[in-house]
């Protein structure tokens, strides 16, 4: 996956509101750190 380097660091705020938009899930900052710790 190609990302720019302002896509690859969307902010926590970011991501929330892309998955609630997206998926209809609330996640917590706890989680999103796990999914991008496991990433990296």
Same mark, same amino acid.
């Given at each position: 996956?190609?990302?720019?380097?302002?896509?690859? @660091?969307?902010?926590?705020?970011?991501? @929330?509101?892309?998955?609630?938009?997206?998926?209809?899930? @609330?996640?917590?900052?706890?989680?999103?750190?796990?999914? @991008?710790?496991?990433?990296e």
């Open positions: 996956m190609d990302l720019t380097a302002a896509e690859g @660091k969307a902010t926590y705020s970011e991501i @929330k509101n892309y998955i609630l938009k997206e998926h209809g899930l @609330k996640v917590s900052n706890l989680y999103i750190s796990q999914i @991008k710790e496991s990433v």
